[in-house]
Each structure stands twice: as C-alpha cells, then as structure tokens.
T-cell receptor
Framework: QKEVEQDPGPLSVPEGAIVSLNCTYS??????FMWYRQYSRKGPELLMY????GNKEDGRFTAQVDKSSKYISLFIRDSQPSDSATYLC????????????FGQGTELSVKP | EAGVVQSPRYKIIEKKQPVAFWCNPI?????LYWYRQNLGQGPELLIR????????DSQLPKDRFSAERLKGVDSTLKIQPAELGDSAVYLC????????????FGPGTRLLVL
C-alpha cells in the first residue's frame, strides 16, 4: 500500500464547475500538506500549502486537511479551462528534511 | 528571478549508454533535490543535497546512478549504463534550506531509453 493515495482520474468538468480533488494517506507523522499543479511537459508548481489540520483559502482555491481521517482535499471554484492540468498532493513529516511524498496525481480537464 | 534551470530538456539514448542531467538551482537555495517521475505517477525522491553534502540518497540506485553537487550550487545526475526502465522525467528542485517546506521545481529532463 502506498503512503499517499490519489485518484488518477481523468476528471472532466464544464467551465464554472466546482472541482473536488482528494488524497488519503497512511503515515500519521505527516504534518505538512501541499498541492502542486503540473501542466503538460512542465515541472510541478506549488499551489497551496497547509500545516497540520484546517482550511486555507487562496482565491478560487481552498485546501482542507483532516488529520483525524488522514484525508486532504483541494476545491476549485468557478473552474476555468486554464485550470486544466495534473494536480498532485504532497506531504512531509517534521524533521524529514523536506522529503515530499507525492500522490499519483489527478488529471483535470475543464471544458469551455 | 530565474527559476530552477535544467538541461537538456529531452534526451533519447540507446540502452547501455551513459547519460547526464544538469541542474542549476535558484540562487541562494542551499537544498537541492533530484526526483524521478514515471509516466502517470507522482515524483519520487532520488537524492537530496544540503549544500554539497548528499544527506538522503536512500532511494538512489547506486549501482548505476551517481550524483554530485560540487561547490554546493549546480548539480549533475548521471546514469551509467542506462536501462529501458530508466525512461522517465528527471526533475530537479531547490529550497532555501532543509527547514523550508516550499520546493521549487525545474521543467525536468525527459529521458527515453530505446
């Protein structure tokens, strides 16, 4: 069993839809939770970063962490065609030197 | 400010040939990471450098992979000899230091081994 599980999709939604992306994990030592966006043939870019449990909002993006359930989510409101990319969740534990454990990535397509 | 620079962007080689990838991190970033990303998967850490010291290379296949970061700036990752299963995207990332949770990724080198 992988430490981080993520539904690979692909996920296709119409423009303006609310998108929900999720990851589950098994390592209770994870305390730092990130979402990266990766466009085709590009490197991942950090989208959201959350420490421990709670919610964080940045524009149309909201990240949620539920440590009790070992479950994290990324919500995208009013999705745009430019949001079409692969979304990767990533996690790390304290004192691991920033070693990130990534999910498989979910491929999202937003249709105009 | 320039981001993480990697070269080459693409490389096609025959199996058993050697190959090398180069990475120039963001200026001032002391920590450098090499990841491998297989098709349809998330990146997996190969090696992490703190300045010029390799502090985590547990996932690096040492029989054929080697890396160096001379002078604590640029880094090179080498594969010799390459195998078909090495076909992947090799990503370099950097962060300010090991306490920073924000890693900045380069565009990657896409390797195809025939």
């Amino acid at each position: 069993q992988k430490e981080v599980e993520q539904d690979p999709g692909p996920l296709s939604v119409p423009e303006g839809a609310i998108v929900s992306l999720n990851c589950t994990y098994s390592n209770s030592a994870f305390q730092y939770f990130m979402w990266y966006r990766q466009y085709s043939r590009k490197g991942p870019e950090l989208l959201m970063y959350t420490y421990s449990s709670g919610n964080k909002e940045d524009g149309r993006f909201t990240a949620q962490v539920d440590k009790s359930s070992k479950y994290i989510s990324l919500f995208i409101r009013d999705s745009q065609p430019s949001d079409s990319a692969t979304y990767l969740c990533a996690m790390s534990a304290r004192n691991q030197g920033g070693k990130l454990i990534f999910g498989q990535g979910t491929e999202l397509s937003v249709k105009p | 400010e320039a981001g993480v620079v990697q070269s080459p962007r693409y490389k096609i080689i025959e199996k058993k040939q050697p190959v090398a990838f180069w990475c120039n991190p963001i200026s001032g970033h002391n920590t450098l990471y090499w990841y491998r990303q297989n098709l349809g998967q998330g990146p997996e850490l190969l090696i992490r450098y703190e300045n010029e010291e390799a502090v985590d290379d547990s996932q690096l296949p040492k029989d054929r992979f080697s890396a160096e970061r001379l002078k604590g700036v640029d880094s090179t990752l080498k594969i010799q000899p390459a195998e078909l299963g090495d076909s992947a995207v090799y990503l370099c990332a950097s962060s300010l230091d090991r306490r920073s949770e924000t890693q900045y990724f380069g565009p990657g080198t896409r390797l195809l081994v025939l």
